[in-house]
């Protein structure tokens, strides 16, 4: 297609995004879900899977191949505006005394999860087709496993803010410790991509980049950020352009070093001044990017779901033991650890439930895996399927510790006057 039929073909394909998941979102939410989930979902709904199978030729006419690389990039931009914001929260909320435990709880959520994902791909060897021709079993098992260690970063991000747990304990925590498995987790699946080529480059780009580009933005971008935002003067479209051409360069380099754009955005939202001018800046780059942009991102991945391959048996059962393993792993890993630590059960519950999300970032990396050619379609929607349980059972499971812990609470006592006052009534 060229640009000229490119550009009606992505307004009409931007309406159906934009219509279908707000209402999918709406319909979710009547179950307490936040609009990522439904977000998410609908970006499955409207696959081949769903619309695709029900309509493949109105699908083909409203998603055509060539429109799949503008809804990526599209997609790009909300996600790099929401870990900004993200990163911009998590400086403002994060305590002392968190870095030891937000550690050993991202240690536990790489590990376990890890040595889960792997042993279960290689039992699944000559038992269920979900590998490609040609690439070696221990690199379908270490990716398997790197994807089952990813946690959905944004999406917790999302989740914590919307639920107004920014400022507690276990919202905290669950962020940094976030934060650091994902970083950990990107760079364990750029080392599996290196020993797919058979070329140490990767890897070392990512880890030796990702040291450089703390350093410049500790340093110079740091102080940009500051001048932008707190000199005098300066008008607020001037203040808006410097802060997005730093956060547009840092999503451009961890991109290029294989880290992900998301981890550059969220590094600079923590590098931005406190003060309500730059409180101002990182809100006005919310509403549109999140509300447009961010649903094409869903879309993208949805379209390269295709859960008819679960008409296998063997691919089922993989499927289902994933999300089980998944879960055990993530959440149990991750509960021990905090419980270890010395934070109380029901801070380390939480902590557990936020950690075993993995929608966003679980696409994303599976999207990498099936460019690079060492997923199958078969792996992809049994992972996809493990994203999806995972994190729709996050908001639920939250709702009923908060009602449990409350019916455990003991009734407030009121004043002896008042109480013999309802008791004559």
Known sequence: MTPAELAPAFFLAAVVILL?????????????????????????????????????????????????????????????????????????????????????VSSAGVIVPLLLGGGLA??????????????????????????????????????????????????????????????VAWILLAGVLSAASAQAGPVLTAVGGSVLFVAVLATLGRRLLRWANTRPGLRDETRLLVTVAVLFCAAWF????????????????????????????????????????LPMFFVYSGLNTEFEVFADPGVLMFGVAAVVLAVAGKFGGCWAAAR????????????GVLMNARGLMQLIALNIGLEAGIVSQELFAALVLVALVTTVMTVPVLNWLDRRDARSRPPAVGPPARETETVTT
């Open 20 to 104: 279908t998941c707000r209402l999918v979102a709406l319909a979710v939410g009547r179950f307490g879900q936040p609009p990522v989930v439904g977000e998410m979902i609908a970006g499955v709904l409207l696959g081949p899977s769903l619309f695709g199978l029900v309509a493949p030729g109105v699908w083909a006419g409203v998603f055509p191949p060539d429109l799949k690389p503008v809804l990526y990039v599209a997609g790009q931009i909300g996600l790099v505006a929401l870990m900004f914001h993200a990163g911009h929260q998590f400086r403002a909320h994060a305590g002392r005394g968190l870095a030891g435990t937000a550690v050993a």
């Open 122 to 183: 290689l039992a699944a060897h000559g038992r269920a087709g979900i590998f490609v021709d040609g690439v070696p079993v221990w690199v379908t098992a270490a990716f398997t496993g790197v994807t089952l260690t990813v946690t959905a970063f944004p999406m917790l991000a999302r989740i914590i803010t919307e639920r107004g747990l920014t400022g507690s304990r276990h919202g905290t925590l669950a962020m940094a410790s976030g934060a650091t498995d994902d970083v």
């Open 254 to 293: 961890t991109d290029v070093i294989q880290l992900y754009a998301v981890f550059g955005a969220f590094c600079v939202g923590m590098a931005m001044p406190r003060g309500e001018t730059a409180e101002r800046v990182v809100r006005s780059t919310q509403p549109v990017t999140q509300v447009v942009f």
């Open 340 to 351: 270890l630590r010395g934070e109380p059960g029901t801070v380390a519950l939480r902590v």
